[in-house]
């Protein structure tokens, strides 16, 4: 919760189909003592399937494709205006497949949180799950973690394990790791939310003992 008691604003950026988005409404909707609520999604991708189900909800949108702008900076610049006309305190990144840069990160120290379809370090990028069964990994999952300016790398919150089966294929191992994410993510952003981690270096502990 934030200091005043009401559940944290959050702002979620996506770039693809969204199913983390809709997972996180659906757990904030099924849950009184989540401690959050979407404020505003925006992505890279006006396309973005996902914008569609924010909007659904009610919630704001926009979407600023890199292409539109002279620079990179200037795009990001876009983002984080948008951003923050809603004033989220945290930020999820649900599948965005941008690098965001230490300026945006420095509007919300340690409140940006990524899901990686991997066991990280192992498999950072944006093919970790066709590279985990190119290299014939018999384990992978997913990683929910803070984001620092190192792709994939910040501090990290929580890890679940997906075994890789001898038939799996890409689309049978990311059903099976995206069911994971679909829980892991949302509750990492409702402990966020609640006040309920705490970091020390690459240490992130859980618990409001440690807060
Ligand atoms: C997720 O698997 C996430 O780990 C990766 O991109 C995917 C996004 O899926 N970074 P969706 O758009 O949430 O369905």
Redesign the pocket.
């Known amino acids: 919760m934030s200091r005043t008691g009401e559940p944290t604003p959050i702002g979620v950026l996506?770039?693809?189909?969204?199913?983390?988005?809709r997972a996180l409404l659906s757990a904030i909707a099924e849950n009184p003592a989540f401690g959050g609520h979407v404020v505003v999604v925006g992505s890279d991708r006006s396309d973005a399937p996902?914008l569609a189900a924010a909007a659904s909800h009610g919630i704001a949108t926009f979407a600023h494709e890199v292409s539109a702008f002279d620079t990179r900076q200037a795009w990001e610049q876009a983002m984080i205006a948008d951003l923050k006309a809603y004033d989220p305190q945290v930020i999820v990144l649900?599948?965005f497949?941008r690098l965001v840069s230490g300026e945006f990160l420095a509007n919300w120290p340690m409140r940006v949180v990524?899901?990686?379809?991997s066991l990280l370090p192992a498999f950072r990028g944006a093919h970790a799950i066709e590279d985990a069964l190119a290299y014939g990994a018999q384990v992978t999952g997913?990683t929910v973690h803070f984001v620092d300016e190192e792709l994939d790398h910040g501090p990290i919150i929580a890890q679940q394990a997906v075994a890789i089966d001898a038939d799996d294929d890409v689309t049978s191992l990311?059903a099976r790791?995206?069911a994971i994410?679909h829980e892991l993510l949302p509750h990492c952003v409702s402990l966020l939310c609640r006040g309920e981690l705490t970091i020390d270096g690459r240490i992130v502990r859980t618990g409001k003992d440690h807060a």
């Not at 996506?14 to 988005?21: A, D, W, Y």
């Not at 990524?114 to 379809?117: A, D, F």
Request: with cysteine; proline share 5%.
């Open positions: 996506i770039s693809g189909t969204g199913s983390n988005l996902g649900a599948g497949m990524n899901t990686h379809p997913c990311r790791i995206q994410e």
